[in-house]
């Protein structure tokens, strides 16, 4: 007997920070899909939910291809409502999406695991322009924000801890930690197989540096390597931890690790330190998204990868 093909609505745009990668991720999916043979169309989640609850409700799609990003995407908000009309979705369910979404959270899981993680701390933002939390460099961040949204590093010098505060509208904390020297790399997860690691070099005139979101969806934002040129050793152990991180995070289809790597004295010469920084649980899927250039390189096409997600729904946690 053929197999038949479930129709798949693909949830895209949603109303956070980052509504305009979603709808690329999304647009890019969509036209995956009906390229693998599915009967797939797009729905805009936006901030009416009972019109996205009439929408699923009168078409019934079999499956919905999660295409959000940030909070209410990706946070266990809009799982929940999908657990609560019974329709499968691809990525996470409630619980993963919603401790990997809180940095405060992910950080207490991969510790409790014996993931490497940098030094840090949660702190009130009114009290951030009285002095520095941790010796200088150190980056502060949102506690629930992706793609980069709202991270700063903030240098020896730089005096820009009342500007930061001023222009802060992410909630009363903020995470801050210790600034890890060298290199960013990143390494996919598709179900029980991590792909391959991947190096990033943002364009240092873009993105002061680091990989925030400008490196990360703009065209020339940064050049990625793959498979990363490091240590043979730090190689296989990024593997491994991303592996190990899915797993303790109880991410279900495929997820995607970040890394610092610090290999500034030795170079290839001895494997470096490696820090957990984050798991996305709704890695991007854009023209320049990490995720399907791993899949590329292990042989998997961008459609192939999402046709994947769709017939790997599992039941939810």
């Given at each position: 007997m053929s197999h038949v093909k479930p129709t798949v609505a693909v949830l895209m745009g949603g109303f956070s920070n980052e509504r305009e990668v979603s709808l690329s991720s999304g647009r890019g999916?969509?036209?995956a899909l009906i390229e693998a043979g599915y009967d797939a169309r797009a729905i805009d989640a936006g901030a009416d939910l009972s019109a996205l609850v009439d929408t699923l409700t009168r078409d019934r799609p079999g499956v919905v291809f999660?295409?959000?990003h940030g909070p209410f995407g990706e946070d266990g908000a809009i799982q929940?409502?999908?657990?609560w009309m019974g329709i499968p979705y691809t990525h996470s369910g409630i619980r993963a999406s919603a401790v990997a979404m809180d940095k405060e959270a992910a950080r207490a899981v991969f510790a409790s695991a014996g993931l490497p993680i940098a030094r840090g701390t949660v702190i009130a933002i009114d009290r951030f322009a009285d002095a520095d939390p941790l010796?200088?460099?150190y980056v502060i961040k949102p506690l629930n924000e992706g793609s980069s949204v709202g991270v700063s590093i903030v240098r020896a010098g730089s005096n820009?801890?009342?500007e930061i505060v001023a222009t802060w509208h992410y909630g009363p904390t903020a995470l801050v930690e210790e600034f890890i020297p060298g290199r960013e790399i990143t390494v996919g997860v598709m179900g029980d197989r991590a792909l391959t690691v991947t190096d990033i070099t943002p364009n240092s005139s873009a993105s002061d540096g680091f990989y925030d979101y400008e490196a990360k969806y703009s065209a020339g934002g940064s050049e990625h390597v793959l498979p990363a040129d490091i240590h043979p050793d730090a190689f296989a152990e990024a593997m491994r931890l991303a592996l190990v991180a899915h797993q303790a995070l109880g991410?279900?289809?495929a997820?995607?690790?970040?890394f610092r790597y610090d290999d500034t004295l030795h170079g290839r010469a001895a494997p470096g330190r490696l820090v957990l920084l984050e798991v996305n649980t709704q890695p991007g899927l854009t023209p320049t998204s990490l995720l399907p250039e791993q899949a590329a390189y292990c042989g998997i096409?961008?459609?192939e990868m999402c046709a994947w997600m769709v017939e790997n729904v599992a039941c939810r946690a």
């Open positions: 999916v969509l036209a999660n295409a959000l929940g409502v999908l657990d010796p200088l460099p820009r801890r009342g991410c279900r289809g997820s995607r690790a970040d096409s961008y459609a």
